[in-house]
């Protein structure tokens, strides 16, 4: 049964299905933004659903994470995510500057993992590698066909970055030191840009998401 996951952003006035390019939370100019994004990872098409308005944002299949979007700092975000037939109800809060990532798994289940990165460089990329799967206790991620390690020792429901030089790459994942599954061929990453692989739980076990860190303004 698909469950139906997320759905948040309490008080958002302009969440469409179509979100990019539109702004959301008014934060003000002297109160410092905090960022969240939605993941499906489950296996079938997710809507977030904002409380309090009937704006919606989709998230199929084969695009599966958002941007992240500015709400207000230290103050609940609020809504549905519905799928399958289902709705489950979520509230999640924000510190300012930090980046909150809530994942849709199966099972009417989610993960919300937090990161406050610094670490932003013109000439070199940011990767981060974010474990949302508790079936893979100690995630990793090496360069596919040539075993350089990338990550290790990610516990379930946490993040590690690391700035990386501006390439073409294809990864693996590790669990316990394990491959899993096929290689990922994350394409050509850019300088300045920041982007993550997500650990979620898979049908024939632990697999990967890639997403670009992108801001919907």
């Known amino acids: 049964m ?3 996951l997320i759905a948040a952003l309490a008080c958002l006035p302009a969440l469409s299905a179509h979100a990019a390019g539109i702004a959301l939370y008014p934060t003000g100019p002297a109160e410092d933004s905090a960022f969240v994004r939605f993941v499906n990872a489950t296996s079938g098409p997710l809507e ?4 309090g308005t009937s704006a919606t944002l989709s998230l199929p299949a084969d695009k599966p994470a958002s941007g992240f979007m500015p ?21 999640v809060t924000v510190k300012p500057g930090e980046f909150a990532t809530v994942v849709a798994l199966d099972k ?16 070199r990329a940011s990767l981060a590698l974010y474990n949302a799967d508790p079936a893979c206790r100690q995630a ?4 596919a066909g040539r075993n350089v390690g990338i990550f290790e020792n990610v516990g379930q429901g946490q993040a590690r970055r690391r700035l990386i030089n501006p ?8 669990c316990d030191g394990k ?9 050509a990453l850019e300088a300045g840009q920041r982007y993550t692989v997500l650990v979620v739980p898979g049908p024939q076990g632990p697999r990967t998401l890639f997403a670009n860190d992108a801001l919907t303004r």
């Open 71 to 91: 709400v207000a700092a230290s103050k609940p975000v609020k809504g549905t995510l519905a799928g399958g037939g289902q709705n489950l109800p979520v509230s």
């Open 2 to 4: 698909k469950p139906t």
């Open 140 to 143: 990793g991620l090496r360069t």
């Open 167 to 174: 390439v073409a790459v294809s990864v693996e994942l590790t």
């Open 179 to 187: 491959p899993q599954g096929s290689a990922h061929d994350l394409g």
């Open 48 to 51: 977030v659903q904002a409380s």
């Open 108 to 123: 009417k289940a989610t993960m919300v993992i937090k990161e406050s990165p610094d670490d932003f460089n013109a000439m």
